[in-house]
């Protein structure tokens, strides 16, 4: 029987982007998991309004049969499958242009869930979500409880919940290599967890601001500086994602390889923490993030000297070349004598602790032991905080390397 030969999976909208759907190993384990010979994976185009499977169906069957394998019975039934039964919702809330990277959407959409998610992607890569914040219900945020929360967020955003009432919710942070960076602030002797504990922290790349706010908001002591050179993402942060400014969160609009060296030749060691989060704009590169330029020795000799001794580099590294990885990691360590390294499962990310100093060397349980310490600290009363997110299971398969 041809019954199992052929079907077509129609990818939730909003969701093109997640593993599974997204990348040639996901679709492989798609097609494998559901069983049929051939797969036709569709996904709807962001300017269109699709009514329901049933609409879609009757759009594509005609198309869809070009690609049927031969010999299958004229009658034969297609089937039209899609995860979770519905075809998603996506509302597209802003359109823009950025000089450097573009045109762009800030799009709401559902996730695999219940919640909802606010995404900035670029459409000249709409592969990558670019930035990412999670949507809550507004009432939520002054103090509910959780279970209300999970009752609210149900409801989809529909008549009932008018998107404008979805407010970001800036204790969840939707990457997990903010996540794993953010743990790493447990190496530093002085995390800067209450107001008189000064650490200044420097983040190459704004995005939506999720990263640079989350250390603002929870690390009370901090001080950061985040550059950003796309004056389309500041805004785009300020008016989509909740980023705001102020005597303890500063912005400035510039090249950070330009500021980072003009600033390292007054040449004083100024930041307790330098991160770096960018992306490269070359997409022909085996290395994606960040770009080249930010791991030349020269240019990492001079972030080595606004560090202070004690203090740590973090690097977000996407390296799919294996041959250029070692060499970008032999020059890391030319310039860093220290480096721990964690690799983010399903992803291609890798962190990198960069300690200038070797004699800062802790071990894996004390490092354990201070993410645990350091996430009592964070959770404070009347705090919302994402229980999922455990700083000590950030480190579990940590390397020094």
Not at 187 to 207: A, E, F, M, T, Y
Not at 337 to 364: G, R, T
Not at 393 to 398: A, D, G, T, W
Request: aromatic share 8%; proline share 4%; net charge negative.
């Amino acid at each position: 029987s041809h019954a199992n030969h052929f079907a077509i999976f129609i990818i939730p909208q909003g969701r093109e982007t997640e593993w599974l759907f997204g990348s040639e190993p996901g679709r492989r384990q798609l097609a494998r998991s559901v069983g049929f010979r051939r797969l036709i994976i569709v996904a709807l185009h962001r300017d269109q309004h699709f009514e329901s499977m049933d609409s879609i169906q009757s759009e594509l069957s005609a198309k869809v049969l070009e690609l049927a394998p031969s010999g299958l019975a004229d009658n034969q039934q297609i089937p039209f499958l899609s995860a979770g039964g519905d075809i998603g919702t996506r509302t597209v809330q802003y359109r823009g242009r950025s000089e450097l990277s573009g045109e762009y959407v800030v799009e709401d959409a559902r996730g695999d869930g219940t919640s909802y998610f606010r995404r900035l992607i670029f459409l000249n890569n709409q592969n990558v979500v670019q930035s990412e914040a999670r949507l809550l219900p507004s009432a939520t945020q002054k103090g509910q409880k959780k279970k209300k929360k999970d009752k609210k967020k149900q409801q989809p955003a529909d008549k009932g919940e008018s998107q404008a009432s979805l407010i970001i919710d800036k204790s969840f942070l939707c990457c997990e290599h903010h996540k794993v960076m953010i743990s790493g602030l447990a190496l530093l002797r002085n995390p800067g967890v209450l107001p008189d504990q000064h650490i200044s922290v420097l983040v190459v790349g704004l995005g939506g601001g999720s990263l640079s706010l989350f250390i603002h908001d929870y690390f009370l002591g901090s001080r950061v500086e985040a550059i950003e050179i796309d004056p389309s993402v500041l805004e785009v942060a300020t008016s989509w994602f909740g980023f705001s400014q102020d005597e303890r969160m500063n912005v400035h609009l510039a090249d950070g390889l330009v500021h980072i060296n003009n600033f390292a030749d007054k040449d004083k060691a100024a930041y307790d923490v330098v991160m770096f989060d960018v992306d490269s704009k070359d997409t022909s590169l085996g290395m994606s993030c960040p770009p080249p330029a930010f791991v030349e020795k020269g240019f990492l000799q001079n972030v080595h000297k606004l560090l202070k001794n004690d203090g740590i580099f973090i690097l977000n590294l996407v390296c799919r070349d294996a041959v250029l990885k070692e060499q970008v990691m032999r020059v890391i360590h030319e310039v860093f004598p220290l480096i721990y390294a964690q690799k983010i499962e399903d992803e291609v990310n890798e962190i990198l602790f960069c300690c200038p100093n070797s004699e800062l060397k802790i071990n894996l349980t004390d490092l354990m032991e201070s993410a645990k310490n350091l996430e009592k600290q964070l959770k404070r009363p009347g705090v919302l905080w994402d229980e999922t997110y455990i700083l000590a299971e950030m480190f579990k398969s940590i390397q020094i390397v």
